[in-house]
């Protein structure tokens, strides 16, 4: 006990959030070199766009750790033991339960806009016994528009219904005229992602954006590909790639 207590001491609670995706580490794995810890999933989507480096300091990674990095299992034993303040309604939440608390967070999901937890796909049975998949964005046409000529989809703007805005445009567009504007509202670029919920609403839209969508996701993921062959081609590159 004193030493787990001992161990304990040495981290802040920065140290349980991951420095890629901003969120509380899941399935955290560290560095062998730098000792920098990242969740699975976003050290090895860095990997298959930095190549070698850490995506933190840019220290070299080795080719092992690419495709296998290792995992943080200190950290994980720690995050079962300890506490943080959820960021959005602060209440005590064990570290390695918060993502489970952000789906139930109303205060998180009227801030972020979107569940923690990209849902699963919903399998339905047609009339002659074959499947098919349908998202919970089957109503995408209604938020995403048209392609720019530089082949980004396009939104509307939900605050004015001003219309043809790229991401970056649809942000510059509600910072410099919208920024104090609170309305609930339906966030396009969400619902234009395969995990989109056309339901989910956003209560501070201008923040939403500032926090999500700094980035297009196109450019790190293959919209198309479903998760574990993302993940199945990220360890294929990895071992293509020379040290």
Known sequence: MAEDLSAATSYTEDDFYC????????????????????????????????????????????RRERACPERALDLENIMRKFSGSCRCCAKQIKFYRMRHHYKSCKKYQDEYGVSAVIPNFQISQDSVGN?????????????????????????????????????????????????????PVTCPICVSLPWGDPSQITRNFVSHLNQRHQFDYGEFVNLQLDEETQYQTAVEESFQVNI
């Open 19 to 62: 420095p890629v995706c901003q969120e509380v580490l899941k399935t955290p794995v560290r560095t062998s070199a730098c000792q920098h810890v990242f969740c699975r999933k976003c050290f090895l989507t860095a990997m298959r766009e930095s190549g070698i480096h850490c995506p933190l300091c840019r220290g070299n990674v080795t």
């Open 131 to 183: 499947r098919s998949e349908t998202s919970t964005s089957d109503n995408i046409e209604t938020y995403q528009e048209n392609t720019s000529s530089s082949g980004h989809p396009t939104f509307k703007c939900p605050l004015c219904q001003e219309s043809n805005f790229t991401r970056q445009r649809l942000l510059d567009h509600c910072n410099s005229n919208h920024v104090f504007q609170i309305v």
